[in-house]
C-alpha cells in the first residue's frame, strides 16, 4: 500500500514538474541568466522523451542558433496540446509532434550572415532563407524512417490553396498535421518579439490568420484553432504531461541514447550573481555584450529603453552598426564595414566616444559610448561590453512618469500608490504615450479566494498577504510604471514604453513568483493570483483602457483563476490607418456625423464577440436589434430642460449592419476548395437629438469613437458593394449574443 502511494506521489510530482515545462517555455525569451541552465536542462529531457536517438539533431540546431530552437518547442507544445483537443490518434500525434520539434532543422545549413541580421531579408536572402525547408527535408531523410514526419514538414510549408509547394502529394491538400503545424509555426512567429517588428498582440495576429484563411491556410483550422487558444490551455497541458508520462515509463525512449550532460552549475546563485544581474537589469542606462562573432549576447532594460528594441528580438542577432543607425561625432553614418565595436574586439582597445543612436520612434539620441573589450587572462577576447549614456537634453517620457513616484499618495497599509492617485496618473499616462505614439499597457490583478484568506486565517493575515502581493509588484517596477492598490485585494500595475507581449510575460511572471511565496501568516502555504492585461490602443481613453484589463480580468477568473487574460489589438507604428473625416453628404441627411463601410477579416461571430466587447468598454447601450442591424447610444441620459443648450449631455447613436460574405473559391491542384468567410458592416454615427450637431465636441467625438470601433473589430474602410436580402446568421447572432430578438 505504501509503496502504491509512494508511486501516485511520484507520478503527480512528475506531472507537476512537466506541466511547469509546459508552461514556461511559451515565455521562455525572457528568462534570467540564473534559469536558463534549469531551463536549458528541461528542454534536453524533453528533446529526448520526443526524440530519442534523433535528439542530436536538435541539439545541433540549439547550438546553430537558439532562438529558433526555442521556437521549435513553443510549437511543439501548442501542436500537442491542440491535436489533444482534436482528438487525433496517438500515432498521428506523435508524427506530428517530432515533426514539429524538427520542423526548422534545415536552418543549419542558412549562413550565419542571414539567420542572424539583425533586419527583414533581402528578396535575395529571402529566398536562401526559404531553402531550409527543403534542406530540412533532406536532413531528415537520411535519419527519420516515417514518411508522416517527412510529408508533415515539407506540407508545413505548401500554401493550402497549393499556389505555394515543396511536395506533389496523392491527395488535393497537404496531411492535416502539416496544416496544423503552418498555422501553429506562423502564430508562434506572430507572437515574437523581432528587431525589426514587435510581437503581434494575440488579435492582430489572429486577425492575419483570418486574413490568410483560404490561401496560406486552412479556413476551418484556422476557425478551430482561434477557439482552441481560448480554452484552458492548463488542463489541456497537463493533459499533455500525462500522456507523456505513459510513454516514458519506466527508462524512457531509448535509454541507451540518452543526451549526456555537460558539467553545469545548480543553478544556485552566489550573491555576487544576484548584486550583478540586479544592478545590470536595473541600470538606467544602455548595456550591452557582443560576443566574438558579432552576436548579441544581453541587452538590459535600460538598452531596450533607449532604442525601442526588446532583448528576446535581439538575442544572438549580429550586430551592426546601421542596426541603430549609428553615427560619428560629425553626424556621419558609420558604415557597417567601419564598425567601430568589432575594430575594438579585433584590436582589445576600448574606447568612448560620443555617437548618435536612432531611438524609440526614429528620433536621434546623442549618447555617450563606452566599449569595453573582454579579454582573458591568456589573451584570449571573447567580446566586447558597451555602455550608452543618454546625453540628449530632453526629459524622456519615462522620466517624465517617474516624477510619479514622487508625488503619489501612498496607501497606508502597502506603501504603493492608492486609487485617486492611479486615476489621476493613468489620464496623464495614457496622454503622454498617445502623444508620443509609445505603448503602455496596464495590469489588473486581484488576489484569488481572498475573502476564504479573510474567513479561515483572520483579516490580520489578509493584510500580510496583500503586503506581500504589494511588495512582489513594487519589485517588478521599471523606471517610469507605477504601481498602486485599486482597493481591497485588488492592485494595478501601469507599464510604461510596454506593449502586449511584454505585459503578459511580466504578468506571468508576477503570477508564477507570487504563486510560489509562501505566507508565513497561513502556515505556510502559498497564494495565488489572477491576471488581466491590455495595451492602449486607437481611440483609447482611460476609462476604455480600465475596463478592458477589468474584462481580462474577469475572464482570468472565471475561466480557472491563477492565469494570465490579455485583450485588446494595442498599437501598431506600421497602421497608417487615415484620419476619419466627417460625413461626405449634404446635410441634413439624417444628420449623420460620419459614415463608413467597412471590413473586417474575422468571422461575423467572432465580429459580434468583438462588439460585445466595444459595447461593455464604452457603456454603450444596446437600443434595438432588427436583423442584422444593430442601434447603439452612447453617452449622458438625460439632463434638466432648464440647463443651456450647450451645458446638455451629449448623446450618440450608432447604427451598425453586419453582413457576412464568403471570398472566392480557392483553386488548388485538388480543384476549388471552400474559401474563408469576412464580415461587411456599415456604420453611421449621429446626434440622438438634432440640436446636438452644433456641438462641435459631436464631431470629435465621433471620430473617436470610429477609430475605436475600427480597433475592436479589426476593421479598415471599403468599398461594399450592395448585397441582395437579409442575411439570417447574422439576424440570428445579434439577437444570441445581445439578448434580443
Not at 520539434?101 to 542572424?116: E, F, R
Not at 486609487?419 to 486581484?446: G, K, Q, T
Not at 504601481?483 to 506571468?508: I, K, P, Q
Not at 440647463?643 to 448623446?651: E, F, I, K, Q, V
Request: charged content about 25%.
Amino acid at each position: 500500500m505504501q509503496s502504491a502511494d509512494s508511486d501516485s506521489l511520484a507520478a503527480e510530482g512528475a506531472i507537476a514538474q512537466l506541466t511547469s515545462l509546459l508552461t514556461q517555455l511559451d515565455d521562455s525569451s525572457g528568462q534570467q541568466p540564473s534559469s536558463l541552465a534549469q531551463l536549458r536542462s528541461a528542454e534536453n529531457q524533453l528533446v529526448q522523451v520526443r526524440l530519442g536517438v534523433a535528439s542530436g539533431l536538435f541539439r545541433s540546431l540549439r547550438w546553430k542558433h537558439e532562438p529558433t530552437a526555442r521556437h521549435c518547442l513553443r510549437v511543439t507544445m501548442s501542436c500537442s496540446i491542440w491535436s489533444a483537443r482534436m482528438g487525433l490518434s496517438d500515432a498521428d500525434r506523435d508524427e506530428l509532434e517530432l515533426a514539429a520539434l524538427l520542423h526548422d532543422i534545415g536552418k543549419i545549413g542558412v549562413p550565419d550572415a542571414i539567420l542572424t541580421k539583425p533586419g527583414p531579408l533581402t528578396p535575395q536572402e529571402a529566398a536562401v532563407m526559404d531553402g531550409h525547408w527543403l534542406m530540412g527535408r533532406e536532413i531528415l531523410q537520411s535519419t527519420c524512417a516515417s514518411q508522416g514526419v517527412l510529408d508533415i514538414v515539407a506540407g508545413a510549408a505548401s500554401w493550402y490553396d497549393g499556389s505555394r509547394a515543396h511536395l506533389e502529394y496523392d491527395c488535393e491538400t497537404p496531411p492535416v498535421g502539416a496544416r496544423m503545424l503552418s498555422i501553429v509555426d506562423a502564430f508562434d512567429a506572430m507572437m515574437t518579439d523581432h528587431v525589426y517588428r514587435r510581437a503581434l498582440s494575440r488579435e492582430r495576429a489572429f486577425n492575419e490568420l483570418y486574413r490568410c484563411a483560404g490561401t496560406q491556410f486552412d479556413p476551418e483550422l484556422v476557425k478551430l484553432f482561434t477557439q482552441f487558444q481560448e480554452g484552458d490551455q492548463l488542463k489541456l497541458s497537463e493533459t499533455v504531461a500525462q500522456r507523456w508520462l505513459a510513454a516514458l515509463e519506466p527508462d524512457l525512449v531509448n535509454a541507451n541514447w540518452r543526451l549526456q550532460e555537460a558539467p553545469s552549475s545548480t543553478g544556485l546563485l552566489v550573491p555576487e550573481s544576484l548584486f550583478q544581474q540586479k544592478m545590470l537589469a536595473n541600470m538606467y542606462d544602455a548595456v550591452l555584450f557582443v560576443d566574438s562573432s558579432l552576436r548579441v549576447v544581453q541587452w538590459n532594460r535600460g538598452a531596450e529603453r533607449l532604442t525601442g528594441i526588446s532583448g528576446p528580438s535581439i538575442y544572438q542577432r549580429r550586430w551592426l552598426p546601421s542596426l541603430l543607425e549609428l553615427r560619428d561625432e560629425h553626424a556621419e553614418i558609420i558604415r557597417d564595414e567601419d564598425c567601430p565595436i568589432a575594430y575594438a574586439i579585433r584590436t582589445g582597445v576600448q574606447w568612448l566616444r560620443r555617437l548618435s543612436i536612432r531611438g524609440r520612434g526614429g528620433r536621434q539620441v546623442a549618447v555617450d559610448a563606452h566599449a569595453v573589450p573582454v579579454v582573458a587572462a591568456d589573451g584570449i577576447t571573447y567580446g566586447l561590453a558597451l555602455l550608452l549614456h543618454d546625453v540628449s537634453p530632453e526629459i524622456s517620457l519615462e522620466e517624465r512618469c517617474e516624477n510619479l513616484h514622487e508625488l503619489a499618495t501612498k496607501d497606508p497599509l502597502t506603501q504603493v500608490a492608492n486609487r485617486a492617485e492611479f486615476d489621476r496618473a493613468h489620464e496623464m499616462f495614457v496622454a503622454a504615450h498617445l502623444e508620443s505614439n509609445l505603448p503602455c499597457s496596464l495590469i489588473i490583478s486581484d488576489i484569488d479566494r481572498f475573502k476564504l484568506v479573510n474567513d479561515t486565517y483572520g483579516h490580520q493575515a489578509g493584510d500580510e498577504v496583500i503586503q506581500s502581493f504589494a511588495r512582489l509588484l513594487k519589485a517588478s517596477c521599471r523606471p517610469g510604471d507605477l504601481a498602486a492598490r485599486y482597493g481591497g485585494e485588488e492592485f494595478v500595475l501601469l507599464c510604461a514604453d510596454c506593449d502586449n507581449g511584454a505585459a503578459v510575460r511580466r504578468a506571468e511572471e508576477l503570477r508564477k513568483g507570487f504563486s510560489v511565496i509562501p505566507q508565513s501568516a497561513l502556515g505556510g502555504r502559498p497564494v495565488t493570483a489572477s491576471f488581466g492585461v491590455t495595451e492602449i490602443q486607437p481611440g483609447d481613453t482611460p476609462e476604455t483602457m480600465l475596463r478592458r484589463a477589468d474584462r481580462a480580468l474577469l475572464n482570468a477568473k472565471e475561466s480557472g483563476r491563477n492565469r494570465v487574460v490579455q485583450l485588446g489589438i494595442g498599437t501598431d507604428p506600421a497602421d497608417s490607418r487615415p484620419e476619419p473625416k466627417p460625413a461626405r453628404r449634404k446635410r441634413p441627411a439624417g444628420h449623420i456625423l460620419i459614415e463608413r463601410d467597412l471590413i473586417s477579416e474575422a468571422p461575423l461571430s467572432v465580429c459580434i464577440e468583438k462588439l460585445r466587447g466595444f459595447v461593455a468598454d464604452h457603456h454603450a447601450e444596446v437600443d434595438e436589434v432588427d436583423g442584422n442591424h444593430i442601434r447603439l447610444k452612447i453617452g449622458d441620459e438625460g439632463g434638466s430642460a432648464l440647463r443651456r443648450m450647450a451645458d446638455r449631455p451629449l448623446r450618440l447613436v450608432i447604427d451598425v449592419v453586419f453582413e457576412e460574405r464568403e471570398r472566392e473559391a480557392a483553386a488548388g491542384n485538388g480543384g476549388a476548395r471552400p474559401g474563408a468567410a469576412r464580415t461587411l458592416i456599415r456604420l453611421a454615427i449621429s446626434p440622438q437629438r438634432n440640436r446636438d450637431r452644433r456641438q462641435e465636441q459631436a464631431i470629435e467625438w465621433a471620430r473617436q469613437l470610429l477609430i475605436s470601433f475600427q480597433a475592436y473589430l479589426m476593421a479598415t474602410e471599403c468599398e461594399i458593394q450592395p448585397s441582395s436580402g437579409i442575411w439570417r446568421r447574422a439576424r440570428w447572432l445579434l439577437s444570441s449574443w445581445f439578448g434580443r430578438s
